[in-house]
């Protein structure tokens, strides 16, 4: 199927492999899903207009995803054993754009994940908001499939 149009990035879900509860599919965001090559300068001697650049590594930022916190789920489970107990489990990951009907439209696996940071929003008696807890997890590599 040819799509006519860009998809809109806000119908999306991400499946943990292994993990079961739905509420662990459902996020308000995801961030840091991009690549970047490290480059590096040869300086060529007698030529002085410019430095030969050749790619290096691959980097990989760390993935973000936020949402309304959860106080327990298979997820969080996860991420409190890595940080409480230092049982750091790295998992697989999809991440799927999807179209009106439900179906993927993009999919990106993410390979060997594992939480990094975790963040609650501020409390505030002053404002009528939502906690939103804040995952980061580091990991190998992703390809879109």
């Known amino acids: ?20 509860s739905e509420a662990d599919t459902l996020f308000q965001s995801v961030s840091g899903l991009s690549v970047d090559v490290e480059t590096e300068e040869i300086a060529e001697g007698g030529e002085n207009r410019f430095k030969h650049k050749l790619p290096g590594r691959i980097k990989y930022p760390n993935l ?44 990106w696996n993410v390979e060997h994940a594992y939480p990094v940071k975790w963040s609650a929003s501020d409390f505030n008696a002053e404002e009528s908001k939502i906690v939103i807890e804040t995952i980061e997890l580091t990991y190998n590599y992703f390809n879109r499939v």
């Open 1 to 20: 199927m040819t799509y006519k149009y860009p998809p809109v990035g806000f119908h999306f879900k991400v499946v943990f492999t292994g993990f079961s």
């Open 64 to 107: 973000v995803l936020k949402r309304g916190m959860i106080t327990s789920s298979e997820l969080i489970t996860w991420v409190r054993n890595a940080f409480e107990n230092n049982e750091y489990s790295p998992v697989d990951l999809t991440i799927s754009l999807l179209n009106e009907n439900h179906e993927a439209l993009a999919v």
